[in-house]
């Protein structure tokens, strides 16, 4: 069940970061926000403590089974969790004040990416934020980088594979300007970088 070591063992060492996102795009109470790639659904529940109606989705049930179970022991009604896939979300246009996705895009193929993106786009209110977290390129030469890859390595070969594409590639500054995107906030944060746009 490596479903419940990422929830046990991955969403702990994310949890700054989750909290940091939240802050940097200022989430506040009554935002609709959308979380796609949302695995177990971390970043969800903190947007929810703002007081935000957050949704995420994830094309994987087992993460979103484990999303709804934490859900009803956490005992939030703004929360809500569906399968579905980021790159044709299920969605009417411009219907979120803000649409994010954390450490996704490294993990598809560069053409799903764009699809992705373009979704995210469709999805969020005109002058909404899009909120994008995912490693700096080039990573940090430290042994914590050498961590990542090796966890990436044996995440499976299509799955590393996506990954060594998405550094090549250039990362999120990059991803971003390709797909018609300006970045109006922008922080490397450790190992990550966070980027914000305005639609």
Not at 134 to 156: H, M, T
Request: charged share 25%.
């Amino acid at each position: 069940m490596w479903f419940l070591n990422y929830s046990n063992a991955i969403d702990p060492l994310l949890k700054n970061l989750r909290v940091f996102i939240v802050k940097f795009a200022e989430a506040k109470t009554g935002d609709k926000i959308l979380d796609v790639c949302c695995a177990t659904g971390d970043q969800v529940f903190h947007y929810a403590k703002t007081g935000a109606i957050a949704t995420g989705v994830d094309l994987n049930p087992k993460m979103i089974e484990i999303a709804v179970k934490k859900q009803k022991s956490y005992g939030l009604n703004n929360v809500y969790f569906q399968v579905a896939d980021a790159a044709n979300l299920p969605f009417e246009d411009s219907m979120f004040d803000m649409v994010s996705i954390s450490l996704g895009l490294h993990e598809v193929e560069r053409e799903v990416r764009d699809k992705i993106i373009f979704e995210m786009k469709r999805v969020v209110k005109k002058g909404g934020s899009l909120i994008f977290a995912d490693f700096r390129v080039p990573l940090p030469q430290n042994y914590i980088s050498y961590l990542i890859k090796g966890v990436e390595y044996f995440a499976g070969r299509r799955h590393y594979k996506n990954f060594k594409d998405y550094l090549q590639q250039g990362g999120l500054p990059v991803l971003l300007k390709k797909n018609g995107l300006k970045e109006v906030k922008k922080v490397e944060n450790g190992l990550f970088t966070i980027i914000i746009d305005v639609n």
